[in-house]
C-alpha cells in the first residue's frame, strides 16, 4: 500500500515537474576553451559564400541593412551539453565536470517579411557586425566545442544538481533593404523595399555561458 | 622393438607439437576476438548508437522535448545503506564520466502521451527481443485487491527491449491532459504505441544488425 503510494507520488511528481525548488548559483563553473576552428557552410567557408542572381521573391539582393541602436546579450542562445547527477540519496559532495567529446552544429535565427537566403544573411551580418570587434557569424560548426571542460562543480549530498553550457548570442533588431531582379525594369530590379528584421545570432568569438544548480527534492512536500 | 619404442617416441613428439601450436593458434584468435569486445569498445559503440538513434527517431504524432544536444549525461548515487553492488554511482565500473544510460523524452502532439526513453547500458545483450512488456491503469491493476483498484490516475505500458549492447525501457504514460471523459485509457496507449513503435523497431533492428 505504502509502495503503490510512493510509486504514484514519485510518477505524478514526473509528470507535474514542479516539485523542484532549484536555485542557480551564481558561480559560474570554469570554463577552459579549445582553439578556435573555421566555420564551413556546405563546405565552402562563410565569409566567401556567393550566390548568382535568381529571378524570384525568394532570391532578395542585399542593399543596406540599418540596426537599431543596442543590441542585447542572449546568455543561454544555443545549448552545448548538460549534465546532472542526482545526490538526493548521497550523503558526500559529489564532483560533476563535462568534457566536451562532441558538439552539434547550431544555427542562428532569422525573422521578417523576407526570404533569408544563405547569401542576404552573410551581408547582413557582416553589416551588423562592422561596428563591433570580430563581428557575428551565422553557425556553429560541428565539433566547435569539442576540448572544452566545464567544472568541476561538487553537489552537495542530498541534492539533485547539475552544470548546463549555451553559446551566449546577439539579439540585433533594425530595418533591412532588399531589391530583386525585375527582367520587365529599365534597371534590371525592382525599387528597393525596406523590411524590419531581427536576428539572434554568434558572435565570432566564441562566448559562453555556464551555470550550476543544486536543488532540493520536495517529494514529500 | 626398439623400432616401436622409436616410432612411439615420435608420436609423442609429434602430438606434443601440435599441441603447442594448437595452443598458439587458440591464444592468437582470442587476443584478437578480445579487440573487438573489449568492454570500452562496446561501451563506445553503445554511444555512438544512442547518438544515431536520438538524431533518426522521430515518431510521425510525436515530438522530442528533451531540451540540449547529445552531450546530456545525467547520474544517479546510490544510497550509502545498500550493499547490492560495490559501485556507489550508476556510472559504469563507477567511473562519472560514463553514464550508463541515456533518458530521452517525447510528447504526443496532443500532448496526452508522454514517453520516456531510456537507453540503458548492457554489454551482454546481443539481439533484439521484448524481454517484458507490462500496463497498468486505474481499475486494471493486475492481482491487486478491488478496494485498491483506483488508487492510481494514471494510465501506463512499459516495454522493456533488449538490442546489441543495451535495453531500451520505454514508457508511455496518459499526462493530465487526458481527456476526463475518456475511459478506455488502453485504446489511447495502444493507438500511440503504434505509432511510436515501429520507427524504434527498425532502428534497434538495425543497430543489431537484424534488418539493413
Not at chain 1, 523542484?20 to 565552402?44: D, H, M, R, W
Not at chain 2, 522521430?58 to 544517479?76: A, M, V, Y
Not at chain 2, 553492488?85 to 565500473?93: A, E, M, T
Amino acid at each position: 500500500m505504502k509502495k503503490n503510494l510512493f510509486s504514484v507520488l514519485a510518477l505524478s511528481t514526473i509528470l507535474w515537474g514542479t516539485s523542484f525548488a532549484s536555485t542557480v548559483n551564481a558561480e559560474e563553473p570554469k570554463v577552459n576553451y579549445a582553439p578556435p576552428q573555421e566555420t564551413l557552410i556546405n563546405g565552402v567557408e562563410e565569409s566567401k559564400l556567393i550566390t548568382p542572381f535568381i529571378i524570384g521573391y525568394d532570391n532578395p539582393i542585399f542593399v543596406d541593412f540599418v540596426p537599431n541602436t543596442g543590441t542585447s546579450t542572449i546568455n543561454q542562445f544555443k545549448s552545448i551539453g548538460s549534465v546532472s547527477h542526482n545526490n538526493t540519496r548521497g550523503s558526500n559532495p559529489f564532483p560533476i565536470t563535462i568534457n566536451v567529446t562532441r558538439s552539434e552544429s547550431v544555427g542562428s535565427e532569422f525573422s521578417g517579411n523576407v526570404t533569408f537566403s544563405a547569401e542576404l544573411k552573410v551581408k547582413l551580418l557582416a553589416k551588423a557586425g562592422g561596428s563591433i570587434s570580430g563581428g557575428y557569424k551565422q553557425t556553429r560548426s560541428t565539433n566547435e566545442a569539442v576540448g572544452y571542460t566545464f567544472g568541476p562543480y561538487q553537489i552537495p549530498g542530498g541534492k539533485w544538481g547539475g552544470i548546463r553550457t549555451w553559446w551566449k548570442g546577439v539579439s540585433i533588431n533594425g530595418t533591412a533593404s532588399v531589391k530583386y531582379v525585375d527582367t520587365g525594369s529599365s534597371s534590371g530590379y525592382t525599387s528597393v523595399q525596406s523590411i524590419p528584421v531581427s536576428m539572434k545570432v554568434h558572435t565570432t568569438s566564441k562566448d559562453i555561458h555556464s551555470e550550476s544548480w543544486d536543488a532540493t527534492y520536495e517529494m514529500y512536500k | 622393438m626398439s623400432l616401436r619404442k622409436k616410432h612411439l617416441s615420435w608420436l609423442i613428439l609429434l602430438t606434443l607439437l601440435l599441441l603447442v601450436l594448437l595452443l598458439i593458434r587458440n591464444e592468437y584468435l582470442s587476443s584478437h576476438t578480445a579487440e573487438e569486445d573489449k568492454p570500452i569498445n562496446k561501451y563506445n559503440e553503445f554511444n555512438s548508437d544512442v547518438l544515431m538513434l536520438k538524431e533518426k527517431l522521430s515518431p510521425e504524432g510525436f515530438d522530442k522535448i528533451t531540451t540540449g544536444e547529445s552531450l546530456n549525461r545525467s547520474l544517479t548515487s546510490f544510497p550509502d545503506y545498500q550493499t547490492l553492488d560495490i559501485r556507489n554511482h550508476d556510472g559504469v565500473d563507477n567511473d562519472s564520466s560514463r553514464p550508463s544510460r541515456y533518458e530521452i523524452f517525447y510528447l504526443s502532439k496532443d500532448e496526452t502521451i508522454l514517453v520516456r526513453l531510456n537507453l540503458i547500458y548492457a554489454p551482454e545483450f546481443t539481439n533484439t527481443k521484448i524481454v517484458s512488456l507490462q500496463s497498468f491503469s486505474p481499475g486494471r491493476i493486475e492481482f491487486v485487491d478491488t478496494e485498491y483498484q483506483n488508487i492510481v490516475s494514471i494510465s501506463s505500458t512499459s516495454y522493456l527491449i533488449s538490442y546489441k549492447n543495451g535495453l531500451a525501457q520505454v514508457d508511455f504514460w496518459t499526462t493530465n491532459k487526458f481527456p476526463s471523459s475518456e475511459d478506455d485509457y488502453f485504446h489511447l496507449l495502444n493507438e500511440g504505441e503504434e505509432k511510436f513503435l515501429p520507427t524504434l523497431q527498425d532502428i534497434l533492428l538495425k543497430i543489431s544488425n537484424e534488418k539493413k
